[in-house]
């Protein structure tokens, strides 16, 4: 740590305290050159990263946005908020683990798909197919035998598979 008054990088920590909260450090430290002291302070970057979108362009990482794909993707279903609550915070600290400056619009869409996925087949399905705007009828068609495979979905396994067909054309008129 430079000394703010002489340049010197030969400085001395004579004092370490972590606040009240636990949220940082307080270093009060001497210069050896010049022996005036400073404080520094220590913080965790808890910082969201900007998000690269499609066509190249950085915008503010914006939690709203998230939340509102997850609204509505899963407009009329049964996901209690709390669920939705847990999921956004488990996307925030993936986010926050990977410890980048910046995001792709992508790898966020790909998180919110990978929870819709566990949350609901139905918002998993709608999200994906504005998401990643199937090319063909064929793409879409796999999509649906992947979350209808018998199995795929435990939390939904007593649900009829014959309300596969309905789902897929609530999904093509929005
Ligand atoms: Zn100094």
């Known amino acids: 740590m430079k000394c703010p008054f002489c340049g010197s990088t030969e400085t001395q920590v004579i004092d370490s305290r972590v606040s009240e909260s636990g949220d940082s450090i307080r270093r009060r430290r001497r210069c050896a050159g010049c022996d005036k002291r400073f404080t520094t302070f220590e913080v965790v970057e808890m910082r969201m990263p900007q998000v690269i979108k499609q066509n190249g362009t950085r915008v503010d990482w914006s ?8 609204t509505k993707a899963l407009h009329k279903r049964f996901v209690p ?94």
């Open 63 to 70: 939690a709203e946005k998230i939340r509102a794909g997850f």
């Open 81 to 174: 908020t709390e669920y939705v609550d847990q999921a956004i915070a488990r996307i925030v600290a993936n986010v926050h683990a990977l410890g980048e400056r910046e995001i792709t619009s992508r790898q966020i869409g790909e998180m919110v798909m990978a929870e819709l996925y566990k949350l609901d087949k139905v918002g998993y399905i709608r999200f994906a197919s504005v998401y990643r705007a199937f090319s063909d009828v064929e793409d879409f068609k796999s999509m649906l035998s992947e979350v209808e495979r018998p199995g795929g979905g435990r939390k939904n396994s007593g649900r009829g598979q014959s309300a596969a067909g309905r789902r897929g054309r609530s999904v093509q008129s929005g």
